[in-house]
């Protein structure tokens, strides 16, 4: 077997950008991307002639604009012509598994400087198809086919953990309760109203037992990040953060083939490697960023995490303990239920929030104090992806 | 900057697949995946499990199928969970910019075996959606929004460059007919009928002054390589063929943004790049697998990737050079045009030709005599982007 990412180079990250995630009625992909890219590529104090390899993660440029070849179409936009651009896709996973590429890159020694951009642009097409591009991400013979929407998935998944774990309807509300109240806190929030348990209760019915303020909305949005070897991080910035590990698993696209529907085993894999790659364990992790497209999904992520065992995820909320200033604080900018999710985009928003966060930069009321460790954990499909990033500060121990 | 790729391990491959091309209507996305793939795993004698990291190339599994999240589906299927899977999109240069994600991985030490794959499903939608779909490929809001094919960028190309170099209508067919030769010698080819250059001006005129048979066919199919580093490769094959270099880079996705239309600028980066790295020269390639997606890009490949002068390619097809047992066959397989073009499986298709080449396995009067060096030419769109690979036998000298 290999022993690559035992000699790995560290990989620091020495400049983020994001757009806010919403309805970017005047912006098209590219422009986002732009955006998101530019911000970035400031920060590093670098230009873009520099940059040596381009990933983005972007999961249905071609269903929802029509545009395919996205990552060299951005490249161009953003001037890096002739440096090779690779898009990426695994679905909802597309940003982080584009971050995974970039790591790879800087880790193995082959680059030195690497941007890792996600992109999406998901409201020029009509809601309802939406549902259906985004059912792309699901087994679209055995079960997109039959009419089940990524709703449907989780609301099955969701049912089935009431009944095995005593979930109440009332408990899976907190979830949302505390992601918007979270996302109140951050002015780039898709959604920032602050809502109760009530409001969940009585919001419409999506896929019984979800409702609508369980599932995250529809955005448009962009993320990118630079990475260079963390020996030559200080180069560029006085804040560089580590990617301690960044590890990606598969499993089945289908909710039918997998072993136990409450259990996304590509989450587990992957946080796995991702602990033991980093030589760290969940307890000493100081907040989460994890994929909570729908609020079931979170509790799922935080136990195949390894945060809690399976089925005591509830419990930490009804302690209040994921809210900032808890044991665990999950989705500090809000997560995908109010941040929003831009799919492909996604994966690398989490690791913007984490580098904030880590540098101490999050907004008001928003900063887990002295956070030196921190964990993103973003899904594609219904876990048929998953990619476990763990990064801490430059400057903390390793 | 990096000195990454003057360090790298050499990289061999060690098992190849590939399903004919084609119209595969009892075969679904996964199953012309798997097929190919089974084909390669046997080859190189692994099993699933010992596959570390799984790239595929896929343009538009959405568009085509509704089917995204493709890398994880495949790996499902082929019983790889969970190694990380991961889908590349670059229109369709797809196929090789997975295989150079795959040669990068083995190349850094990262990995010691990882399996690379391409798929295409083209044939389940109506043939002017497939138009549509592949638009896709080039600018979508300022080509293909007003109009424009890809059979009328190749066009507009082709009338431009009649008018720079002084080529005949007659002398552009000559490159469907040596492919169409070619292919008639290859049992997986798509198309396997003879034609003359007659039959290539009589055929319906599709974008003048681009004909029906100047125009490369819609096809299903799937291949494979594996590989492994070439310090490991006897292990598992008495014929590894060596990657010598595999390089790519970007230019406009847009025709009208080019320093020249008649200049793939991607393709002279990509090409200047594989043989710095291989330290060869293009006199020393005996074959080439290029990008005929219509006769007019066999053209500006060849000048391109330095065979001869801009504008002096057609003397090579006058000459009859370009038919294997001349000096530089081209597309020994019937190419793009002949053999087909599954977009997301070709450029790994190539490298499957150039493989049995170099072993000195291509079909009885297919093969190039003593191949040493082989060539493969992958270009995304109308040259947004390019990817080159050279190999080269085992057995021969570095």
Known sequence: MSQGFDKQNEVAIIGVGATPFGEHWHKNLRELALEASLTAVTEAGIRGKDIQEFYIGNMSGGMFTGQEHVAALVADFLGLNPTPAVRVEAACASGSVALRQGFMAIASGLYDLVAVGGVEKMTDVQSGWVTSILAGAMDSEWEAYFGVTFPGIYAMIAK???????LTREQLAKVAVKNHYHGSLNPSAHLR?????????KSPLVADPLRLFDCCPISDGAACVILAPAKMARQYTDTPIIIQACAQASDTLSLFGRRDVCTLDATKQAALQAFSQARLSPSEVDFAQVHDCFT???LLAIEDLGFCSKGAAIKLYDEGQTYIGG???VNTDGGLKAAGHAVGATGVKQ???AVKQLRGEA?????????EVGLTHNVGGSGGTAVVTILRRGDSMS
């Open 351 to 353: 690791v913007v929030e």
């Open 296 to 298: 079931i999904a979170e």
């Open 327 to 329: 044991k665990i604080p």
């Open 363 to 371: 907004d008001k009321g928003r900063q887990v104090e002295g956070a």
């Open 193 to 201: 109203n602050r809502i109760t348990v009530e409001d969940v209760l």
């Open 160 to 166: 089935r953990y009431m009944y095995e774990y005593g």
